[in-house]
């Protein structure tokens, strides 16, 4: 059974930076293409970026684009999220999972990490 741990996320003000770091224990890592996903209160769980499973493709939602980067270490096991000039709206339990083609490839999620932008 697969489990993920993510941890980084706390409160900031608008404009800073958090580096989000999210483990895998699962054996198969490094094949897996990998997603974070954030959910706000009262909203759907969304895809915010992804990356594939050598790190040389990476997609991010419109609303992140230009200061969010996701890369992995897979020898570690581990996604990162690097997230720069954060604005409220970025406010949302982080969360990752794997990815394929028609959404996350896992049913289990991780606890998440809270990230909270003031204003």
């Known amino acids: 059974q697969v489990q993920f741990v993510e941890s980084g996320g706390e409160l900031v003000h608008t404009g800073g930076s958090l580096r989000l770091s999210c483990t895998a224990s699962?054996?198969?890592?490094?094949?897996?293409?990998m997603g974070w996903y954030r959910q706000a209160p009262g909203k759907q769980r969304e895809l915010v970026a992804s990356i594939s499973n050598s790190g040389s493709t990476t997609n991010y939602a419109e609303s992140v684009k230009g200061r969010f980067t996701i890369s992995r270490d897979n020898a570690k096991n581990t996604v990162y999220l690097q997230m720069n000039t954060l604005k409220p709206e970025d406010t949302a339990v982080y969360y990752c999972?794997?990815?394929?083609?028609?959404?996350?490839?896992?049913?289990?999620w991780g606890q998440g990490t809270q990230v909270t932008v003031s204003s």
């Open positions: 699962v054996s198969m890592f490094s094949i897996l293409r």
């Open positions: 999972n794997a990815q394929d083609s028609v959404g996350p490839f896992f049913t289990s």
